[in-house]
């Protein structure tokens, strides 16, 4: 099994433009999530998801959109970047919602 | 709000040695505990979980203890191996699966 798969695992951006961050799991878990990860600070929630067709906002939702089309895809697109959306984000799946797995990361600069 | 914390941001053990990281949290309706341990351009990778009705709890070198009178979490790694270099996290739940509250980590350094 691959796991939780991220990609790009780097990405410049200029101030403005808009991306799609890609995860994957092919562990058949219900529930995905996204966290952003800045020095200093414990990992931050962005978005979950419990199901396909089902989005929540986590702690930090601002800046960011995601959907669940399939079980096994949960992207997180940035609308318009901001430099404060510099940061590593982690995609991460769980089958109850707790012991989570996690992608490899995405570093992302907004210039 | 409440937040999970960490008493050492690093800890230099000689390898062979047992390292112990702790972590102080406060939220009294916590009821679900991990540990993640997170190699440099890594994901977090999950170490060992508790619950809290357990005090206790061990895996393969590692144990976790917990105590709710003084809301406490450690994480102790037996006869610590280079491989044993990493950040690591605790978190907590409380309520909701989507209501894990991460601490900023200690990284632990191992001296060969």
């Known amino acids: 099994n691959a796991g939780v798969t991220q990609t790009p695992k780097f990405q410049v951006l200029k101030t403005g433009q808009s991306m799609t961050l890609q995860c994957a799991q092919d562990m058949n878990h219900e529930y995905m999530s996204w966290y952003r990860q800045d020095p200093g600070m414990g990992l931050r929630l962005i978005h979950y998801?419990?199901?396909?067709?089902?989005?929540d906002q986590g702690e930090v939702p601002n800046g960011y959109n995601v959907s669940r089309s399939t079980t096994e895809d949960f992207p997180l697109r940035l609308l318009s970047a901001a430099p404060s959306q510099t940061s590593v984000y982690f995609c991460?799946?769980?089958?109850?919602?707790?012991?989570?797995?996690f992608g490899s990361g995405t570093q992302l600069s907004v210039l | 709000g409440e937040s999970v914390g960490l008493h050492l941001p690093t800890l230099s053990v000689q390898e062979g040695d047992n390292s112990i990281i702790n972590c102080a949290y406060s939220?009294?309706?916590?009821?679900?505990f991990i540990w993640y341990k997170q190699e440099s351009g890594k994901g977090p990778q999950f170490i060992i979980d508790?619950?809290?009705?357990?005090d206790k709890r061990q895996g393969q070198r590692v144990t976790v203890l917990l105590n709710k009178t003084v809301k406490h979490l450690s994480l102790q790694i037996a006869a610590t191996q280079p491989g044993d270099s990493a950040v690591y996290f605790c978190?907590?739940?409380?309520?909701?699966?989507?209501?894990?509250?991460f601490g900023t980590g200690t990284k632990l350094q191992v001296i060969p």
């Open positions: 939220n009294s309706a916590s009821d679900y």
């Open positions: 978190a907590e739940k409380y309520g909701g699966y989507q209501k894990v509250t």
């Open positions: 508790i619950r809290s009705n357990m």
């Open positions: 991460a799946s769980s089958s109850a919602g707790e012991k989570l797995f």
């Open positions: 998801s419990v199901g396909a067709g089902i989005t």
